[in-house]
């Protein structure tokens, strides 16, 4: 359909799970899409991808909570594709799981420079450009930012924060023709939700995805048909919304996940050929600048 045909899109976080599906979806409704990613995501792969279909793509590595590093992105893509209609806030990360009195300091710093500050620096940045084009910003907020998060309180704060910035920008932004909207997902099957290839063990994923009325979790391409709605034109009317794509978690009273229907509980096939869907950060990180020991 081409839902978003000349139009110039960032996203953070590009190179794995959410951010890859988003991408990918993006540029086949016709956007130039700038795939940003820290230095050691998979940004080239992407690119690459996108390109043998078709679309239009370039890379851009760097630590986005840097302020100079936020900018060159930007800049990077209106002198790419001559301008910016969307940026998608969807870096973050989620490096362990403790309670809270035993929750790393280093492990939450890191928290507050991926998945706050970069939002912060990238909206700043962007702002200008938008103007200029009438825009609109979606962010990653999530259900534990509505709901709080066990062993990773954390996280359900910087979510918490995501959503009243994210509301923030779209009442102030609104006089300069911005719309400013979170997508909010639950338990997506991604590096963060397998005891495999992240923090969880085999208790919080169990309970996860029986905490959530479809009894499974959802997939990156189902949570990136999301963002394309919010960044698409369909979506004028709609800005300072929180839009919770969970399985009905935020809904779920008790473990109800175990007596959906078996339909319910299959994930959809899909368009997309994500090969990055279970990477991501799932560890904590520093950019090269700290002085700060990295752990894993």
Request: with cysteine; glycine share 12%.
């Amino acid at each position: 359909m081409e839902r978003l045909k000349e139009k110039v899109a960032v996203v953070t976080g590009g190179g794995t799970g959410i951010g890859e599906a988003i991408c990918k979806k993006f540029a086949m409704e016709g956007a130039r899409v700038v795939v940003a990613g820290m230095p050691q995501d998979p940004v080239e792969d992407v690119v690459s991808e996108i390109e043998e279909r078709g679309g239009r793509a370039i890379g851009f590595k760097g630590d986005l909570a840097d302020k100079k590093d936020a900018e060159k992105c930007i800049r990077m893509a209106v002198e790419e594709f001559g301008k910016l209609d969307i940026l998608i806030n969807n870096a973050g990360i989620f490096p362990v799981t403790a309670e809270l009195q035993e929750y790393d300091i280093d492990a939450f710093d890191s928290l507050i420079r991926n998945n706050i500050r970069s939002a912060f620096m990238m909206t700043r940045a962007a702002l200008p450009e938008l103007h200029k084009t009438k825009g609109c910003i979606v962010s990653a907020g999530s259900e534990a930012g509505r709901l709080g998060i066990a062993q990773n309180t954390p996280y359900g704060g910087t979510k918490g924060f995501i959503h009243a910035f994210m509301k923030g920008v779209a009442i102030e932004q609104a006089k300069h023709g911005v719309r400013a909207n979170c997508v909010c997902p639950g338990p997506i099957d991604t590096a963060w939700t397998r005891k495999e290839e992240g923090p969880m063990d085999e208790k919080m994923e169990k309970t996860m995805i029986g905490a959530n009325a479809m009894g499974r979790r959802g997939t990156p391409e189902e949570v990136a048909n999301v963002y394309l709605f919010l960044a698409s034109d369909e979506a004028s009317y709609v800005t300072g919304a929180l839009c919770f794509v969970d399985g009905g978690t935020t809904v779920v009273k008790g473990n109800v996940g175990e007596q959906a229907d078996e339909s319910m509980k299959q994930q959809p096939k899909g368009s997309l050929p994500l090969r990055h869907s279970k990477d991501g950060a799932t560890e904590v990180r520093w950019p090269k600048s700290s002085s700060a020991k990295e752990k894993t």
